[in-house]
């Protein structure tokens, strides 16, 4: 698909890969939209080969394609391009869960997901980029290091609590940030602890109490 060019490119390019056609031209308009320049690909292969023409600042990915997953090109990304990268994805299993924290994802989100779900989480990743002194979005080149694994424990947490008991996104950190205040914990400290729980069921196949 060609891609789509934002009024403001200053805003950041972002690269939009799903193999739903449907959610991949809806992400992109939203995107679009709101002022990111959008380069967009409905497989893995398609994905690699624009992220390395374009340099994008940013990639949505979807985890589960035929061909090259969304893992394969986060891995791609993440070590030949050091282009941050986030996961839009209708699995929040355990093993998917480490696997997302294992290739350090800036967020992952867990479909269904509408565009003022998915704008925030985008704008934050790029609020994030600028403080730790990457490329600026829009800029000549990618950012300088890939994301650290943990840098958005509080998403990656958000993700498994949006799947595990079918809550929005708002709902789901109001019940993380209950919790932690009633374990007298910072956000950040109860997400990790719940990563780590996740982490920990990878393997076999299990609950966990939240």
């Known amino acids: 698909m060609a891609p789509a060019v934002s009024t403001d490119p200053s805003k950041g390019k972002i ?43 940013l990639a949505l990915l979807d985890i589960r394609m035929e061909g090259k997953s969304g893992f394969d090109v986060a891995a791609y990304l993440r070590e030949y391009c050091q282009v941050p990268f986030m996961f839009l994805s209708a699995f929040s299993d ?18 269904p997901l509408d565009i003022g779900q998915i704008l925030p989480t985008v704008e934050t990743a790029f609020a994030r980029l600028r ?3 990457a490329a600026a979005p829009g800029g000549a080149g990618p950012a300088t290091a890939p994301a650290d694994p943990l840098a958005d424990v ?14 929005t996104r708002g709902q789901a950190l109001d019940r993380l940030r209950r919790q932690a205040q009633a374990e007298r914990r910072t956000p950040e400290q109860q997400a990790q602890r719940l990563v780590e729980a996740v982490e920990l069921l990878a393997g076999p196949a299990g609950e966990f109490s939240i």
């Open 154 to 167: 509080v998403a990656l947490a958000t993700g498994v609590l949006m799947h595990r008991y079918s809550l």
């Open 15 to 57: 690269l939009v890969v799903d193999d739903d056609r449907l959610v991949l031209a809806t992400v992109a308009h939203g995107l679009t939209q709101a002022g990111y320049e959008v380069i967009d690909a409905d497989n893995g292969d398609d994905a690699i080969l624009l992220a390395r023409q374009h340099r994008p600042d």
């Open 131 to 133: 403080g730790s002194g």
């Open 94 to 111: 355990a093993q998917t869960a480490q696997q997302v924290a294992e290739l350090g994802a800036v967020a992952y989100l867990v479909k």
